[in-house]
């Protein structure tokens, strides 16, 4: 299995830990992963990381569809791999919720599913360079065709070439855009696959993989999970620490009417938990909806404990898992270095 880190994004500040990439990549790490909401983006870092460092893949895990056009999400990609030497970029993609959509990027909500199958099919066309690209997509089309047009758009072809084009990963959770990320990309964003739910999202990427055709399946395709790691003797301050953090996504992150994290939390089992804690948290009660995170749900979701707690819990459960990398979040160099032994990063 391999391994990946991830730059915080939500900071008040920039703040890329570069000898923290550097001493992973050294240990055989695969990939580094950047992300946004509404403050930093996530492929200007990339870049900066890109200068220094070799061969360690850089990925977006995610960049929000409507944050730019297709076109101009391949560019950026393209731009960026033809800087960092080739082969390292994956582009994984996601739709934020329409709080964000609409309120920051001004953008209508629309069909998220068919938006993603346009931009993918799109980006894929930019880096095939086969034809100037037209597409008549139900949430996109090119050239632009509605309100405000001149009739004058005209199909091209990227002047950029693309030898070996970005990967392309969604970040998807629900039936639908899980079956269509199997369709149509080259890896999955893990969002909200848990040991007892496995065999469901199994039977979506088998339904997606069909549907792609050309005997496309799990040779073809990468899944990203992701685990955060505490070496500590202290398993339940730990599991504590992490409790505002879930409640503010499960919580707060998205309208009441439709929260992705809180959707989430009901495919991974923990329906009456989740309710418990959106009810809670829109009610100002952040601390009461902090405690009402189940412990079973944080230590399920991350690898917390002394050393041979932690390598248990690997064996018994998240090497069990269909994941081809994990992403790993840890406070301490020490949990970075855990993991490279934990599956022979270093031995690579």
Not at 74 to 98: C, E, F, H, K, N
Not at 153 to 161: A, Q, R, T
Not at 170 to 186: F, I, M, P, S, Y
Request: proline share 5%.
């Amino acid at each position: 299995m391999k391994l990946g880190l991830a730059v915080e994004y939500a900071g008040r500040g920039v703040d890329v830990p570069v000898e923290l990439i550097q001493r992973c990549e050294a240990m055989g790490y695969d990939s580094v992963w950047t992300a946004e909401a509404y403050g930093s983006d996530a492929i200007t870092p990339l870049a900066y990381i890109a200068a220094h460092t070799k061969k360690i893949r850089l990925g977006t895990g995610v960049i929000q569809l409507s944050a730019r056009t297709p076109a101009m999400t391949a560019m950026q990609l393209g731009t960026l791999d033809a800087l960092a030497g080739g082969g390292r970029v994956i582009g994984g993609l996601g739709v934020s919720g329409p709080q964000i959509v609409e309120g920051w990027y001004g953008m209508p909500w629309g069909n998220p599913k068919e938006k993603m199958r346009d931009y993918v099919t799109i980006m894929k066309k930019i880096f095939a360079r086969e034809s100037p690209v037209v597409h008549d997509g139900k949430e996109i089309r090119l050239p632009y065709q509605g309100p405000g047009s001149t009739d004058m758009g005209k199909p091209l072809k990227s002047i950029l070439h693309y030898e070996n084009p970005p990967k392309i990963w969604l970040g998807t959770g629900a039936r639908a855009t899980v079956t269509l990320t199997a369709e149509v990309a080259d890896g999955w964003l893990a969002f909200g696959m848990r040991p007892g739910n496995v065999e469901t999202f199994k039977s979506w990427f088998e339904e997606g993989f069909a549907r792609a055709g050309g005997g496309k399946g799990y040779d073809d395709f990468e899944i990203q999970g992701g685990a955060s790691v505490t070496i500590t003797d202290d398993v339940q301050s730990a599991l504590q620490a992490g409790k505002p953090f879930v409640a503010l996504y499960v919580g707060g992150m998205g309208h009441p009417k439709l929260n992705f994290h809180n959707k989430r939390m009901h495919r991974e089992g923990y329906g009456e938990a989740a309710d418990r804690i959106l009810e809670l948290f829109q009610a100002g009660r952040r601390n009461e909806a902090a405690a009402a995170v189940p412990d079973e749900y944080m230590d399920e979701g991350g690898l917390y404990g002394s050393v041979e707690r932690i390598r248990e819990r690997w064996r018994t459960q998240w090497e069990k898992m269909p994941y081809t990398g994990v992403t790993v979040r840890s406070q301490r160099d020490e949990g970075y270095d855990l993991m490279a032994d934990l599956v022979g990063a270093r031995d690579r």
